[in-house]
């Protein structure tokens, strides 16, 4: 494992030591002017109400999750996100008044030194780059359908460590992005953290919008498991649908696989039409050799099939509803969710 | 594990077939003439940001309206390390929001 992990490494270094070096200065005209606007710091995020009915027991899942990002200097920059969740279910399972407490957690905050066209540098806790559902599509403003993937559980969550990452056009075909990091153990609350190493690269064809990767982890106490993972992402140009799929193995924990595509109605004549998209997810999970080694996990194998709309009534607000059916050896249950979602962005600072 | 080897093995293959597309399709980069004016220039990095924001923002989420310069100073500084983009891609992409 380690030895792969190092050849991975080996194989992104050459990769980066290939690439064209040299500034033009037609490049440096267009860093000139793109650094005319400095950056002040912002508060943004997102806001969620989605009642889901799992099993016909209703849950209102209501979040608040405030992204604070402040620019320290032109290549620093500090970011952090904290959720507030409160998953509020009856007393008497379906009958009764709603309770429950309040959740909160504080999901990264790192600082990333931006340290030249091939690496960032990301110090503290952040999102544990293992796929791309938890970096990239887990706030609830943007993901396209609101429940978890059933493998969302295998590998993900917040590190506290160290990480480079980055972006590097290899050709103006392909571009190779990569993170590699360490993290260390914590129990401190609302700072846990697992002892991991890992690293996740993949390669993005800008002309087709296809991204492709995959993703390795070996955790570094206890059971001293590997995951490993890979995900596709598409958009094709000429037609608004984003498919976006991820698969995750782990002996120990099990295997899955999920795929989603959302169709925007972005063409159609009605101009009430295009605001709507069309979302269908369908995903699979086996258990793995050592049951309850994951709580987070299904304890049984799992099939589930959802389709819904979301509705973008502006750039901020979302509506959303969806209906789903799992299947399992212990029988089958419906799931539905209704909600809304909104996303904001407040200058903490003179804006123009 | 057959799950994921097959999912593995199908993004081989699409990894390939874009790949070989992009070599065969891809639009090659129009040398400017020396005397191109500032205006020539304005315009080509304003259609290169929208293409390589249309390009990259969609990954992850809608596409946002632009808002004000130095609040996409920083947000475009949070694309660069959350969504992976190039170098080049924030400034063509931050020119073109901020421009």
Redesign the interface.
């Known amino acids: 494992m380690k030895r792969a992990l190092a050849s991975v490494c080996f194989v992104i270094a050459v990769c980066i030591g290939l690439t064209p070096l040299g500034t033009s200065q037609?490049?440096a005209?267009?860093?000139a002017?793109?650094d005319?606007?400095?950056?002040?710091?912002?508060l943004?995020g997102g806001a969620a109400f989605v009642p889901t009915w799992d099993s016909g027991d209703p849950t209102l899942v209501s979040i608040v999750s405030p992204v604070l990002?402040v620019?320290i200097s032109r290549n620093l920059?500090f970011?952090s996100r904290a959720e507030f969740e409160g998953d509020f279910v009856r007393r008497n399972g379906n009958s009764g008044d709603f309770t429950g407490a309040i959740e909160k957690s504080l999901e990264y905050a790192e600082f990333?030194y931006?340290g030249n066209?091939y690496a960032?540098f990301?110090a503290g806790r952040f999102l544990t780059p293992f796929n791309i559902f938890n970096?990239?599509?887990y706030p609830n403003?943007?993901r396209n359908t609101q429940t978890d993937p059933l493998i969302y559980p295998i590998g993900t969550g917040s590190d506290n460590g160290l990480m480079v990452?980055?972006?590097?056009?290899l050709d103006?075909?392909?571009?190779l992005?990569?993170?590699v990091y360490f993290s260390t153990l914590s129990t401190i609350n609302h700072l846990e953290s697992e002892r991991h190493a890992g690293l996740r690269a993949?390669?993005?064809?800008?002309?087709?919008?296809?991204?492709?990767g995959?993703s390795e982890q070996h955790l570094l106490q206890d059971a001293r498991i590997n995951r490993?993972g890979?995900y596709?992402?598409?958009?094709p140009a000429r037609v608004p649908l984003?498919l976006r799929?991820e698969?995750?193995?782990s002996?120990e924990e099990g295997?899955?696989?999920w795929i989603e595509g959302a169709y925007r109605f972005r063409n159609a004549k009605a101009s009430l039409l295009r605001r709507a998209q069309a979302v269908a997810r369908t995903q699979?999970f086996?258990t793995g050799t050592v049951a309850g080694i994951n709580p987070d996990l299904p304890t049984i194998d799992t099939k589930r099939t959802e389709a819904g709309l979301n509705y973008?009534l502006n750039?901020g607000w979302k509506a959303l509803a969806s209906y789903g059916k799992t299947f399992t050896a212990a029988g089958n249950s419906n799931i539905w969710t209704v909600g809304m979602t909104y996303r904001f962005?407040i200058?903490l600072?003179?804006?123009? | 594990?057959k799950?994921?080897h097959a999912?593995?093995f199908?993004?081989t293959i699409?990894?390939s077939v874009?790949?070989a597309?992009?070599?065969a399709?891809?639009p090659r980069?129009i040398s400017q003439p020396a005397s191109a004016s500032a205006e020539d220039?304005n315009r080509r990095?304003m259609m290169e940001g929208e293409k390589?924001y249309r390009?990259?923002c969609?990954?992850?989420?809608?596409p946002?309206?632009k808002?004000?310069?130095?609040?996409?100073?920083?947000?475009v500084?949070?694309m660069?390390?959350?969504?992976?983009?190039?170098?080049?891609?924030?400034?063509?992409v931050?020119?073109y929001l901020?421009?």
């Not at chain 1, 990452?165 to 056009?169: L, Q």
């Not at chain 1, 103006?172 to 571009?175: C, D, E, H, Q, Y």
């Not at chain 2, 969609?58 to 809608?62: D, F, S, T, W």
Request: glycine share 6%; charged share 20%; hydrophobic share 40%.
């Open positions: 037609e490049t005209d267009l860093r002017a793109a005319e606007a400095k950056p002040i710091p912002i943004s990002l620019p920059i970011e990333d931006i066209k960032t990301t970096e990239r599509l403003w943007i990452r980055g972006g590097v056009s103006p075909n392909v571009t992005n990569y993170a993949g390669l993005f064809f800008p002309h087709h919008r296809l991204e492709i995959f490993v890979s596709l992402e598409w958009q984003d799929a698969g995750a193995h002996r295997d899955g696989l699979v086996h973008y750039d962005v200058p600072g003179p804006a123009q | 594990m799950i994921l999912f593995i199908a993004l699409a990894a874009a790949y597309g992009s070599a399709d891809a980069t220039i990095w390589r390009t990259n969609g990954r992850c989420h809608q946002p309206h808002f004000q310069p130095r609040v996409m100073a920083t947000a500084r949070h660069r390390v959350r969504g992976m983009l190039t170098d080049e891609d924030m400034k063509y931050l020119y901020t421009h």
